[in-house]
Structures are given as structure tokens and as C-alpha cells.
Nanobody, 116 residues
Framework: QVQLVESGGGLVQPGGSLRLSCAASGSLFGVYTMGWYRQAPGKQRELVAHIITDGSTRYADSVKGRFTISRDNAKKMVYLQMNNLKFEDTAVYSC??????????WGQGTQVTVSS
């Protein structure tokens, strides 16, 4: 089992940057695929980015070139660097850990608001 705690959300102007962090506790962090999802008001939750155990990454088309996901297995941390933020990036961002045998886990989420 793994517990996830996000931090780093907040209010930012369009064009600004934020770095989200996800701290994991529990064992076998390195085997999980780690992801960031977001849910805007009135919309379904969507995948923003994920990073698998070998470091390979995948991004939603809407964030490619602006967001970067990374992980530090030694520290049990996952990060989402968000640059050139847009109004439409406003959402609750949640950290996810998934492994087909160990299960699927979520953090509580952190609010990101892009507003002028």
C-alpha cells in the first residue's frame, strides 16, 4: 500500500509556472507507474502525465511542451513542473500510483488556479 500527499498548488497568472510535488510513503514505490490527473469543475478527470518505472513519460496533448513529469525513487517523490500556464489548466490536480498487482492509489489533490 502507498499513501500520497500532494503540495505546490496555488494561484498563478497566465504564463506563470508552478511545481507540484507528490510525496509517497509505503513500500515498493519504484514499481509503480506514477501519474498526475486533473479535474476541472463540471468535467471528467483526465490524465495529465504519467511516468513509468523506466522513466518513460506520456503527456496529454494539451500540456505537451509545457509540463514535465519527473520522479525521484530514492526520495519517493513525483513532480509536475508546469510552465506557461493557461486559464484552462485550472483544476484540482491529483497524484496517482498504479501497479497491476499492487493496486491503484490516489492523493487528496491540490488546487491549481490560473487567473489574472
Amino acid at each position: 500500500q502507498v499513501q500520497l500527499v500532494e503540495s505546490g498548488g496555488g494561484l498563478v497568472q497566465p504564463g506563470g509556472s508552478l511545481r507540484l510535488s507528490c510525496a509517497a510513503s509505503g513500500s515498493l514505490f519504484g514499481v509503480y507507474t506514477m501519474g498526475w490527473y486533473r479535474q476541472a469543475p463540471g468535467k471528467q478527470r483526465e490524465l495529465v502525465a504519467h511516468i513509468i518505472t523506466d522513466g518513460s513519460t506520456r503527456y496529454a496533448d494539451s500540456v505537451k511542451g509545457r509540463f514535465t513529469i519527473s520522479r525521484d525513487n530514492a526520495k519517493k517523490m513525483v513532480y509536475l513542473q508546469m510552465n506557461n500556464l493557461k486559464f484552462e489548466d485550472t483544476a484540482v490536480y491529483s497524484c496517482n500510483a498504479w501497479d497491476r498487482r499492487l493496486g491503484n492509489y490516489w492523493g487528496q489533490g491540490t488546487q491549481v488556479t490560473v487567473s489574472s
